[in-house]
C-alpha cells in the first residue's frame, strides 16, 4: 500500500516548537490508543471501526441480499454526519460523474427538505418503478428523529408503498439500536444496520452509515478500511514526528493562536470537493465550541473553508494571496490520476498558450499547482501540502482517518470536547417549537 504523505516545511514554523506543542497531545494520544482496546465504550470508538470484522460481514451480508433484487437506484435518505461521508467517498472513488457513466446502479441523495430537490428525485426513479424495476430506500440517522430526514423518508416510503407489494425488501434503515427509527424499522419489516452507539455523526463513515450504500455501489469497502486502519495506527505513534495527525494537529494549532482562524482545504481534484465538505463538518461542528472542558464560556473554532484546483484559482486565489493574513492552508494533491489525456498538437494553437502541446492534463495541474504553491510561498501564506497517492479506497481511508484524529487532538488542544454539537439543539428547538405552532419562550 503506497502511503499518503504529509509535506510542512512551508508551515513557517520551526520544527522544535511543531513538536512542543505536539507534546500537550501526548495524553490524548493515551485516550485514543486506550479507545482501541475497549471497544466501543469511549467517545473515541471511531478508531475500532476499521478492525470490525463483525460489523463488515454484517454489512456485506446486507449488500450480498439487496444487490439480489436488482437495484436501479439507491436513495440515500440523511443529512450532515449521516450522508457527507458516503459522498465524499463516492465521488472520490466512483467519480463526480458517476451517475451519467451508466452505472448499474444510480445513487442519488435526499438531504435537505426542498420540494424541488425531493420532486425531482421522485421523476428520475418514478419510470423505473412504473417499468417494476427495483428502487433502494437507505434512510440513515443516527438519532433517528432528524427532521430532514423523517420527512424526506415519509414522501419516498409513501411512493414506493405504491408502486412495490413488498416494498419492505427495499428499505434499509441505518441507525442506533432500540432509538424510535430502529425499533419502527424492526415493527414495519425492513432491513436494519446498526450505527455503533458512541460512533457520532461525522465519525461515522467507516460503519454502516458509509459502508453499506458504497459497497453496494461497488466500492471496495475493505480496501477503504485497510487505509483506515494503517492510518489510524501511524497516528496513535508516540514518536511525534512520524504520528501525522499530531504534526498538523499542532501546526493548526499554533496559526489559530496566532490569529489565522481561517482554514482552507484546498484540494488539487475536482473529484474531491465532496471530501472539503466533510472536511468541514468534521473541523466546524466539532471544533466550533461556546464552552470549553472545564465549563468556561470560550467560544472557539476554525471556519473552515474548501477550495478546488484550479477551478478556484479563478475565484478567490485573489483574496487568498491579495486579503488579509488571516488563512492557513491545506493543500491536498493526487500524486497518480485514473485517466492520463495529453493537448493534442494542432497547427496553429501553440501560441495561445505556449508550452502544452503534447502535455497530460495531470503535468499542467502539476504546473500550476506548484505555481499556486511558489506563490503562496512568495507572499509568505503558511501551508501544508498532504499528498495521497492516488483516489483509491486504501487513499481515501488513510485521509478520512487522519482528519479524525486530528480533529480529535486539535478538540484537545483547544481544551473543548470535539464529539457533541450542543448548539445545533439551538436551531433544532426552534424548528421543533415552529413546528408544532407553539411560542417562543419568553
Ligand atoms: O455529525 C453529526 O453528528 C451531525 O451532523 C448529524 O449527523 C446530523 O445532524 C444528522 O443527525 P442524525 O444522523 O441523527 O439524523
Sequence with gaps: MENLKLFYEDALLPKDRILKTAEKIRPEIERVRNAISRGYDDDRASVNLPDDEEMLNTVKSVIEEKLSLEPKYLIIIGIGGSNLGTLAVQEAILGKLYNLMNPPIKVLYADTVDSDLIGNIMKIVKPTLKRDGNVLLNIVSKSGITTETVANFRILLDMLRKYKKEYKDYVVATCD???ELWNLAVKDGFTTLEIPLKVGGRYSVFSPVGLFPLGLLGVRI???L????RMRDKCISTDLERNPAAIIASIQFIHYKEGKNISD???FSSDLESMGKWCRQLMAESLGKEIDRNGRRVNVGITPTVSVGSTDLHSI?????GGPYDKFTTFISIRDSRLHLHVPKMDGYSDLVPGIDGKSLGEILNAIFEGTKEAFRKDKRPFIEVSLPDKSERSIGQFMQLKMIETMYLGHLLNVNPFDQPDVEKY????????AGKKTAQ
Design 177 to 179: 439500536r432500540d432509538s
Design 222 to 224: 475493505e480496501n477503504l
Design 226 to 229: 485497510k487505509g483506515a486502519k
Design 265 to 267: 482545504f484546498f484540494f
Design 317 to 321: 486565489a485573489q483574496l487568498y494571496l
Design 428 to 435: 433544532k428547538r426552534e424548528t421543533r417549537r415552529i413546528l
